[in-house]
Structures are given as structure tokens and as C-alpha cells.
């Protein structure tokens, strides 16, 4: 007689939140672990809002709406793009029980996606963790050229106009640093998220995503948001 199987046990939110404004993030060997460990890397990579690469190309695509790009549509689908087998990277650290931490923590408005549609195709995207003025990028997907750029090109620009100070990439690659990111020792991103925590407004996504939207009307929101990275801090 076949049993339904159980739900992942999730990482409690309030858990969860405790560690990453203590540096730490969770993550898993494979895609069907049942346990996770702790990371707080000695070298943490963030993506200073002031220098983001927009390269001319990435700028085209995001002016021309080539991608239509929301806030928070499909949070589930996100994930698990981001964790699905990819081309020499068969596995992921993105377990079931990581997987369903991040749901739980959006649905009480912490975790955030951004993704990209090509008709009623999702196309690319990202998700990550908001607090305070932080957000922690965890995983990006992209299946069509440059989804997952222009996924974080909205990103940036959405985290400067809603009051945000740290972007948290984790880990540093030859492409976030294409696009500006920079590693950091352990104590400097510490006193960055310090800075980042302090008492004061919290970063608003929903609301600068809202905004792009209401400010294009009928017209272009991608305009929008590719004439706020190309002007000069």
C-alpha cells in the first residue's frame, strides 16, 4: 500500500532571519537532502548598488521591454527553475526543505522573485531574501538570452528607488563580477550589514516595482528602469 510522503520540515522563519542578519545562510548537498548546513563564507561577494555594469546590450534589452518583467507572480516557479537540473551542474543545493524555508518566508513578505515572460513564458528570473535595507540574491535562472540580466537590472534599479543599501550575492563568479560585484573579507560585509540593519526604514521592492509601473502608464516601464541605471550616481 503506497503512503503519501510528508512535507519537508521547513527552517523556522524566525531562524532563518536570525542568520542572515548574522551573515549565515543555509544550503544543501543534493536537491533531495533532508539536511542543510550552515555558510557564513570568509569571502562574501555583494553588488554595490552605485556600480552596477549595465553593458550597452544588457541596456537595449531592458529598454526595449524585451522581457516583460514582474514582482512576486510566480515565487514557486522561480525556485524551482532555479533548482532544476542544468548542464553540467545536475545537482543543487536547493533542497525540498530550502525550498519550502523560502516559500514560507514569502508568504509573510520576506522572500521576493523577479521574473521575466516571454508571452506566457517564464523565461528567467531570481529570488532572494529582503530585510531590513538587505537582500540576499540567492539563486537566478535564465532560458533565454540575457532573462537573467535583465531579471537583475530590474533588481538594482527597484532596490535604488525603494531605499535598499546592501545587495548580498554570496558567492563571487566571473559573471557577477562582469556586472560589479566585488568580494568583501567576512568583517567589512559584517560592518556593511551592520550599517544595513541600523534602525530606519526598511527597503521597499513591492512598492518601487509599483511605482516603474504606475510612473510608465501606458508607456515603457523597461525605459524607466534602464534611464535609472545608466544616470550617474
Not at 43 to 62: G, H, Q, Y
Not at 73 to 102: H, K, L, M, Q
Not at 165 to 175: K, M
Amino acid at each position: 500500500m503506497s503512503t503519501l510522503a510528508e512535507p519537508p520540515q521547513i527552517i523556522p522563519s524566525d531562524l532563518l532571519l536570525l542568520a542572515y542578519r548574522s551573515g549565515i545562510f543555509p544550503m544543501s548537498d543534493r536537491r533531495d537532502d533532508p539536511e542543510v548546513f550552515w555558510v557564513e563564507p570568509r569571502e562574501r561577494a555583494i553588488l554595490p548598488l552605485d556600480n552596477f555594469r549595465c553593458s550597452r546590450s544588457l541596456a537595449k534589452a531592458v529598454r526595449q521591454d524585451r522581457f516583460r518583467v514582474t514582482l512576486n507572480t510566480a515565487f514557486e516557479d522561480v525556485i524551482a527553475a532555479c533548482a532544476a537540473p542544468r548542464p553540467n551542474y545536475p545537482e543543487s543545493w536547493i533542497s525540498g526543505r530550502i525550498g519550502a524555508s523560502y516559500r514560507a518566508l514569502h508568504m509573510i513578505g520576506h522572500a521576493h522573485s523577479i521574473e521575466c515572460w516571454q508571452g506566457d513564458d517564464l523565461v528567467g528570473g531570481l529570488y532572494g531574501v529582503s530585510f531590513d535595507r538587505v537582500f540576499c540574491g540567492e539563486s537566478m535562472f535564465s532560458r533565454a538570452s540575457n532573462a537573467s540580466k535583465v531579471a537583475l537590472a530590474w533588481l538594482v534599479a527597484l532596490m535604488r528607488r525603494g531605499g535598499y543599501e546592501l545587495l548580498d550575492c554570496q558567492f563571487i563568479t566571473d559573471h557577477l563580477a562582469s556586472l560589479g560585484a566585488v568580494s568583501l573579507s567576512q568583517r567589512l560585509y559584517l560592518e556593511r550589514l551592520r550599517h544595513a540593519t541600523t534602525p530606519g526604514p526598511s527597503g521597499d521592492l513591492a512598492g518601487a516595482y509599483s511605482g516603474v509601473v504606475e510612473e510608465a502608464g501606458a508607456s515603457s516601464p523597461g525605459k524607466l528602469i534602464a534611464q535609472s541605471l545608466t544616470q550617474t550616481s
